[in-house]
């Protein structure tokens, strides 16, 4: 299906809603599944590390095949902190399909235009510099090696938002992301994620972390320097190297073969320079470990938590003064044969009703700048800010 936004956004809107009285329509699009519910049949809300949550997956899914559904699906959002519950479903409806192929449009839904009449950071401009100095503090007397810490953005808006429709600008603007919207207990999870934690087919995985970020520019030839630079960083190429190599030890146990990219390459958002390497590995055939063993292995990585992780983990409870929940957290789908596809929540927003809530973190190594940090985190807003149509400047 070939997405063009003027053309088709009434029809799309409405595809991708379902029915527009339901609050419990799930959708995830990528390049390789589009993943589509509605309804709730059953729910797991335990966390994945309790050692209740494998046995209750089994069940959900046995409980299904009973009742004639040969492969169910299991999808929904977990959590940056694997200790707090999850929120997964097994629908009443759903479609495994071929992904929608979007075109890309800067903003074409001229009618989707919002204000914001409230917003706030937390912390504050003052607070996190002041958060970054006290964590390249840590890093030069301690053994931590990364941290990432983050900021949210929270929005009162002019009107209630439309979620089909906010989630027809995301993909038109963000055409090669993981696009999702997930139906939360009194919001929904949205947005256009550019990173994929863990694709499972069969025996084979796939992951592409990122970390390393510059903001792009308007003009060619400063968007070019600003890419060309993040190439050259050696700070960067630190920071990600952290990235690739805790997933290669933490799927070492598990794999048969692991191949990465011997150097990142760079990749392009609308908003964002990233660099990526793309991962593949091989999964026995024997006693194959789950999607979701392989989740408890590798998240969260270092590019949204830091390394060693349980040491950036209690550095970023300690130094934070929000809760995360979903943010930076997973978002996706799992069916009963163990194919599934999970990527990180990021460039994303809550949305309840007129309420917005944004999430941005930045990865803060012994090079870090905490201007430049600031400034980053406030670039990767940009993403849903923009498909807002949010004009003016609240970051």
């Not at 950071?121 to 970054?132: A, K």
Request: charged share 20%; aromatic share 8%.
């Amino acid at each position: 299906m070939e997405f063009v936004m003027d053309a088709t956004l009434p029809k799309y809107t409405d595809a991708l809603a379902l029915d527009r009285s339901q609050n419990d329509v799930f959708l995830f699009n990528s390049n390789f599944n589009l993943v589509r519910t509605n309804g709730i049949r059953q729910r797991i809300t335990v966390p994945l590390l309790s050692g209740a949550f494998h046995q209750e997956v089994q069940t959900v899914f046995k409980k299904e095949k009973i009742q004639g559904r040969c492969n169910p699906i299991l999808v929904g959002a977990i959590p940056f902190d694997m200790n707090q519950p999850a929120q997964l479903v097994i629908p009443e409806w759903y479609e495994r399909a071929k992904p929608f192929s979007c075109t890309f449009s800067p903003f074409i839904d001229k009618d989707f235009i919002h204000h914001a009449s409230q917003h706030s950071f937390t912390p504050n401009y003052v607070d996190f510099i002041d958060m970054i100095e006290q964590a390249l503090s840590i890093l030069k007397n301690s053994s931590l090696k990364k941290v990432v810490l983050s900021k949210i953005l929270k929005l009162t808006l002019d009107r209630n938002v439309d979620i089909p429709r906010l989630l027809a600008n995301i993909m038109a603007q963000n055409p090669s992301a993981y696009h999702f919207s997930v139906p939360l207990e009194n919001s929904v999870l949205i947005g256009a994620s550019p990173e994929l934690l863990v694709r499972k087919q069969g025996n084979n995985i796939f992951s592409n972390p990122l970390a390393g970020s510059a903001k792009r520019f308007r003009d060619v030839d400063a968007d070019r320097e600003a890419a060309q630079t993040l190439s050259n960083s050696v700070k960067d190429q630190y920071e990600h190297r952290l990235v690739v190599d805790a997933i290669h030890a933490a799927l070492l146990p598990l794999v048969e073969s692991f191949r990465a990219q011997e150097k990142p390459r760079l990749i392009s958002t609308p908003t964002m320079w990233h660099l990526s390497t793309d991962i593949e590995a091989t999964l026995p055939t024997i006693n194959t470990p789950s999607i979701f063993d392989l989740i408890k292995h590798i998240h969260p990585t270092p590019a949204m938590c830091g390394t060693p992780t349980v040491q950036a983990q209690h550095r970023i409870e300690a130094l934070e003064p929000h809760q995360r929940g979903f943010f930076s957290g997973l978002v996706g789908w799992c069916d009963a044969e163990g194919n599934g596809e999970w990527a990180i929540a990021i460039r994303c927003a809550e949305v309840s009703d007129n309420k917005v809530t944004l999430f941005a973190g930045a990865g803060i190594v012994p090079d870090s700048n905490p201007e430049s940090e600031w400034l980053e985190t406030s670039a990767k807003m940009r993403t849903m800010l923009n498909a807002f149509g949010i004009k003016e400047d609240v970051i």
